[in-house]
């Protein structure tokens, strides 16, 4: 695909280079909330590969490469309602395909720590899918969801995707991120119809 998406004209475009975007709020009384996880994913590559993130305009970013792919890494710093303005920013600046995007969200309707890996999709009432569906002016961009659901059928939303993991939560998160790891790898190499096959079969038997 080309870049007709924003600049409403064909640019070249680099097709090793990948956006990485994990979702979340900027400032110390949102670390480790439920609605940060997309940051806690980020964070967690980042030390893997030893990647300084850099602190510039719209958001923390870091690159790194894997197997022949450039892979930059982002953390919006335009709190979660208007993250769709640093990805617009970064995929532009970056010439990033619009398949070479993925975002990296908590979903309140799958079970925590599940992960789906999608093509596309609603925003399903999430404003940080919402901001980045207008920005791009699509839909189709690829997103990795990681459950966060609660099983209290009565509680208030917002207190609870603003609040932290308890200590049994968080232990069953830290155990998925290698997972996000490998499927953010996975999606870099293999593309994202052979990572969806793989993965999401794998997660959905593992979870259950």
């Known amino acids: 695909m080309l870049f007709k998406w924003l600049f409403g004209k064909s640019k070249p475009i680099d097709m090793t280079k990948y956006l990485i ?31 300084q993130m850099s602190d510039l305009k719209l958001g923390a970013k870091g690159i790194f490469n894997h197997k022949g792919k450039k892979i930059i890494l982002l953390k919006p710093s335009t709190f979660m309602n208007r993250s769709g303005k640093s990805v617009r920013y970064w995929a532009l600046k970056e010439k990033i395909a619009l398949q070479n995007i993925l975002v990296i969200t908590d979903d309140l309707h799958l079970p925590l720590a599940l992960l789906r890996l999608k093509g596309k999709g609603s925003d399903g009432g999430h404003n940080g899918l919402k901001d980045i569906e207008a920005q791009l002016n699509t839909p189709h961009y690829p997103r990795l969801r990681f459950g966060i659901k609660s099983d209290d ?4 939303q917002i207190d609870f995707v ?23 790898l996975s999606f870099t190499q293999m593309g994202l119809d052979k990572t969806m096959s793989k993965f999401n079969t794998k997660t959905t038997k593992e979870k259950s």
């Open 21 to 51: 975007v994990g979702l979340g709020n900027i400032g110390d009384e949102y670390l480790k909330t439920r609605h940060n996880i997309g940051f806690e994913v980020i964070d967690f590559i980042a030390k893997k590969f030893e990647v």
């Open 162 to 184: 603003l609040g932290k993991f308890n200590e049994k939560e968080g232990e069953k998160v830290a155990k998925s991120l290698p997972q996000c790891n490998e499927i953010i």
């Open 153 to 156: 059928k009565a509680f208030n």
